[in-house]
């Protein structure tokens, strides 16, 4: 058994899809039409054989309220990992992505949290180097 | 609620160092900062209700940030304190001692 697919909820796959591919910057895997909706996976650039985040819409009534009070308490439910959180803080407010929590060192991870635009909230983090 | 069992508890305390540190947290960021930098691994709901006591006691303030809640210190009911209780500068005292040798 492997760890191949991790799914994220959005509003809208197609506006999710330019944010996680144009803004983010992972890439297209899957986009296979499903009358409805699509099932659309993307991939990192740094590992495209890697675990495939799937563009899952929101279209079950029970996640509205799951995601509201996420959203509200501030609550990252999907992480990604990346090497320097600040430079990526500062990369993507300049492509003008919000933040809810700025690069905040908590002793053995550097986090940061950002809205994704399309109903989540994302946490990045950065695991320091060990003494 | 009185400011003066708002701050009593180390948790409270705590929420309002955190929050001086960084104005406008999420739930979320004070507990991640409360159980990192304090060892304090209380529940969220626990950390709400505590946010609710010191809210209470107007040392702090809650905005919605888009669909955000976020959190600020409020230092202004803390000066009833040192209205209370002036703080004497070394000056008042060697001032009132001289008033005290003139007597």
């Known amino acids: 058994m492997r760890i191949n697919w991790t799914s994220v909820c959005v509003d809208d796959q197609e506006k999710a899809l330019r944010f996680y591919t144009e803004t983010l910057g992972f890439r297209l895997k899957h986009n296979i039409p499903l009358g409805e909706h699509a099932w659309i996976t993307v991939v990192s650039e740094e590992a495209p054989e890697g675990t495939e985040l799937v563009l899952e819409p929101a279209g079950h009534p029970a996640v509205v309220p799951f995601r509201k009070a996420l959203v509200e308490d501030g609550i990252p439910y999907t992480a990604f990992a990346v090497d320097d959180v600040e430079a990526e803080h500062e990369r993507l407010v300049a492509e003008g992505v919000r933040f809810v929590q700025p690069p905040t060192d908590l002793g053995t991870v550097i986090t940061a949290v950002f809205d994704d635009t399309c109903g989540n909230l994302i946490q990045i983090m950065e695991e320091k180097a060990q003494p | ?103």
């Open chain 2, 1 to 103: 609620m009185d400011i003066y069992r708002a701050i009593a508890d180390r948790t409270r305390r705590a929420i309002l160092d955190e929050l001086v540190d960084r104005s406008g947290q999420s739930l979320f960021e004070l507990c991640a900062r409360l159980i990192m930098k304090h060892g304090i691994g209380s529940s969220r709901q626990a950390i709400s209700q505590h946010l609710d006591v010191l809210e209470a006691a107007g040392l702090i303030r809650t905005r919605r940030e888009g669909r955000s809640k976020l959190h600020w210190f409020e230092g202004a009911p803390l000066k009833a304190i040192g209205e209370r209780w002036p703080i004497s500068t070394a000056e008042d005292t060697s001032h009132s001692t001289d008033e005290d040798n003139e007597k």
